[in-house]
């Protein structure tokens, strides 16, 4: 059974189109999140919710919207993608503030 | 100053050595410390999380913590090719909701 998963696994799409990712956790968790890794291999966190809340938000440009609608999934909707958007995105889980499982991620081109 | 500091590498180590990776980070008031395992192309895997001053074995794998001096390591005795990878250390800033702030990784080859 996939903990966590994410759809879809490869994204290839032309600048200033809208995508979304979708996430999906199957553990019974009640936190989960957005991190974005870029090319040189820096994970950086961009959205938390807990309990369909949100709870972290950093600096990320107002195209990215996160949507939960319910605890076991978090979505990821992206606007007017631009180059700089090219990554892998990985969706994570937790219970609480416990330790963080990470999805497969979802790697963005944008062309 | 970046919050959390790895040394980017490669740690290249023969097949059986111990293979010793280092991580310091800035916020005193942070309190977990975790060791993810990332292969390439591949999500990070969690493999060590240390909380308290001290060592904590798993295996082959060995965390220290040592808050005094803002410092988390993580020792690999009898390294196996199978263990090269990116090794990232994070710190969990509860305060701020859970945040993981993570490093920028360090890559180990294991050579045969």
């Known amino acids: 059974d996939t903990a966590v998963s994410q759809t879809p696994k490869y994204l290839v799409t032309q600048m200033g189109n809208d995508k979304s990712i979708k996430c999906e956790q199957n553990?019974?968790?009640?936190?989960m999140y957005w991190y974005k890794q870029d090319s040189k291999k820096f994970l950086k966190i961009m959205f938390s919710?807990?309990?369909?809340?949100?709870?972290i938000n950093e600096t990320v440009p107002n195209r990215f919207s996160p949507k939960s609608p319910d605890k076991a999934h978090l979505n990821l909707h992206i606007n007017s993608l631009e180059l700089g958007d090219s990554a892998v995105y990985f969706c994570?889980?937790?219970?609480?503030?416990?330790?963080?499982?990470f999805g497969p991620g979802t790697r963005l081109t944008v062309l | 100053q970046k919050e959390v500091e790895q040394n980017s590498g490669p740690l290249s180590v023969p097949e059986g050595a111990i293979a010793s990776l280092n991580c310091t980070y800035s916020?005193?008031?942070?309190?977990?410390f975790f060791w993810y395992r990332q292969y390439s192309g591949k999500s990070p895997e969690l493999i060590m999380s240390?909380?308290?001053?001290g060592d904590k074995e798993d295996g082959r794998f060995t965390a220290q913590l040592n808050k005094a001096s803002q410092y988390v390591s993580l020792l690999i005795r009898d390294s196996q090719p199978s263990d090269s990878a990116t090794y990232l250390c994070?710190?969990?800033?509860?305060?701020?909701?859970?945040?993981?702030?993570f490093g920028a990784g360090t890559i180990l080859r294991v050579k045969s």
């Open positions: 994570a889980s937790s219970l609480r503030w416990d330790t963080q499982y």
């Open positions: 916020d005193r008031v942070s309190q977990s």
């Open positions: 240390i909380y308290s001053n």
């Open positions: 994070a710190v969990n800033k509860v305060e701020y909701g859970n945040k993981l702030v």
């Open positions: 553990l019974g968790h009640d936190t």
């Open positions: 919710y807990n309990n369909k809340e949100l709870i």
